[in-house]
């Protein structure tokens, strides 16, 4: 119900569009979020957004390098991101949750989220 796409190869301080599209069900009453885990890493939060009003929350390491948004036409999320550093290199997960507020307590845990999308790997050369 979940695909992520747009991964890819990208130099450092190139950009990258992630796209998430929803099938099977309307998200747009949902809280979204992207997740990545790194190689030998855990997964962690990377951003959120909720779809009824469009407010958007960040993790500290990509705040301000990236922004997520939604397109309710197309029931899909995006996540443009800039100034790509070699430490964003991971595989990324796109999710939904659809009961919680839109607390960062909550809105950062990936137990949080009902649904999850295939990764998409994006790979950020030095």
């Known amino acids: 119900q979940l695909q992520a796409s747009g991964g890819g190869l990208v130099q450092a301080g190139g950009s990258l569009r992630l796209s998430c599209a929803a099938s099977g069900r309307t998200f747009s009453s949902y809280i979204m979020g992207w997740f990545r885990q790194a190689p030998g890493k855990e997964r962690e939060f990377v951003a959120a957004i909720n779809w009824r009003d469009g407010n958007t929350y960040y993790a500290d390491s990509v705040k301000g390098r990236f922004t997520i948004s939604r397109d309710n036409a197309k029931n899909s999320v995006y996540l443009q991101m800039n100034s790509l550093k070699p430490e964003d290199t991971a595989v990324y997960y796109c999710?939904?949750?659809?009961?919680?507020?839109?607390?960062?307590?909550?809105?950062?845990?990936?137990?949080?989220?009902?649904?999850w999308g295939r990764g998409t790997l994006v790979t950020v050369s030095s």
């Open positions: 999710a939904a949750d659809r009961r919680s507020l839109f607390v960062a307590a909550v809105i950062t845990d990936e137990q949080t989220y009902d649904y």
